[in-house]
């Protein structure tokens, strides 16, 4: 049973990154991946292994570090201004979602 909801929660995480980021471009990379920091905060903050399982599968493949890295690889090509903007909001709105979504867990 666990690895059919991990092959779930994976091709539903990876359909959704796929959707978003190809609707909203670098916005959506970018709320995918806040998105998924939260989640997995929260997910960790209820200890529960099919948490762990949706956290890593689903979470784990709707969020793209690839992605991110071939976005501010093409904004490094237009302007390093632009590129270190984007890393440092998806850097700092990453670390403060996945805080939150670690202090909701617990609570």
């Known amino acids: 049973m666990i690895v059919v909801l991990f ?3 994976a091709a539903l995480g990876t359909t959704t990154r ?3 980021s190809g609707r909203w471009g670098i916005f959506g990379t970018w709320c995918l991946n806040t ?3 939260w989640a997995l905060g929260y997910f ?3 200890g529960d292994p099919i ?3 949706i956290g890593t599968a689903g979470i784990g493949a709707m969020t793209t570090v690839s992605g991110l890295a071939r976005e501010l690889a093409d ?3 237009r302007s390093r201004l632009l590129a270190t903007a984007y ?3 998806t850097l700092f709105s990453g670390v403060g979602a996945a805080w ?3 202090r909701w867990g617990f609570t």
């Open 7 to 9: 092959v779930v929660a």
């Open 18 to 20: 796929w959707a978003v």
């Open 35 to 37: 998105t998924g920091a």
């Open 44 to 46: 960790a903050g209820l």
């Open 51 to 53: 948490m762990t399982v």
């Open 75 to 77: 904004l490094l090509s």
């Open 87 to 89: 890393f440092a909001a």
């Open 100 to 102: 939150i979504g670690i």
